[in-house]
């Protein structure tokens, strides 16, 4: 199989003058989490919904997320007491 087989080929864009707002709405139209971004006839970056969160709450998820599971006495860590 190849990617050609697999992509969405109905494509929307998202334009680097848009606001954040409005991409996050349109991938939630879309049903998408992430969208190219198109200034004219060139592709110039993406926008991912991490992209959103990330800017939304001014932390990264991942990180956020690594540090609790990596920490001792985290969220998710082992206990080595028997």
């Known amino acids: 199989m190849q990617v050609k087989d697999a992509m969405t080929t109905d494509v929307e864009l998202a334009s680097p003058t848009q606001t954040i707002?409005?991409?996050?709405?349109?991938?939630?139209k879309t049903d998408c989490g992430a969208l190219p971004v198109a200034d004219k006839?060139?592709?110039?970056?993406?926008?991912?919904?991490?992209?959103?969160?990330?800017?939304?709450?001014?932390?990264?998820?991942?990180?956020?997320?690594?540090?609790?599971?990596s920490?001792?006495?985290g969220e998710h860590s082992q206990s080595t007491a028997h």
Do not use: H, Y
């Open 21 to 28: 707002r409005q991409a996050a709405l349109l991938m939630g």
């Open 41 to 69: 006839d060139s592709l110039v970056g993406m926008i991912t919904d991490r992209d959103i969160a990330r800017t939304a709450n001014g932390t990264d998820p991942a990180a956020d997320a690594l540090k609790a599971i």
């Open 71 to 73: 920490e001792p006495g």
